[in-house]
């Protein structure tokens, strides 16, 4: 059974940083384009940050670009985003989620697996 699971939210002030991850078990990690979304409330899910297989290519949404590093380790199975300089507006539940296409950038193709998601909260 496949599992994705997200963890390192959390309540942070503007300015701050925090480091999610995303552990992978039940699956071969490495073949899979992995990806950060996420979901404010009220609002539809967006995507964050995305990450090739082999972590040489990354891509991010214009709203996080220069904020945020995504990266993997897949001899643990595990990506991690690293948030910097959070603002508000960075709130949400952020979710990670496993993908079989082949180019990276294209975000909006199917995913194969989705974790549960972690609560990101920024006070201004």
């Known amino acids: 059974q496949v599992r994705l699971a997200e963890s390192g939210g959390g309540l942070v002030q503007a300015g701050g940083s925090l480091r999610l991850s995303c552990a992978a078990s039940g699956c071969t990690f490495s073949s899979y384009v992995m990806d950060w979304f996420r979901q404010a409330p009220g609002k539809e899910r967006e995507f964050v940050a995305a990450i090739s297989r082999n972590g040489g290519t990354t891509y991010y949404a214009d709203s996080v670009k220069g904020r945020f590093t995504v990266s993997r380790d897949n001899a643990k199975n595990t990506m991690y985003l690293q948030m910097n300089s959070l603002k508000p507006e960075d709130t949400a539940v952020y979710y990670c989620?496993?993908?079989?296409?082949?180019?990276?950038?294209?975000?909006?193709?199917?995913?194969?697996?989705w974790g549960q998601g972690t609560q990101v909260t920024v006070s201004s």
């Open positions: 989620a496993a993908s079989g296409r082949l180019r990276v950038s294209s975000t909006e193709e199917y995913h194969n697996y």
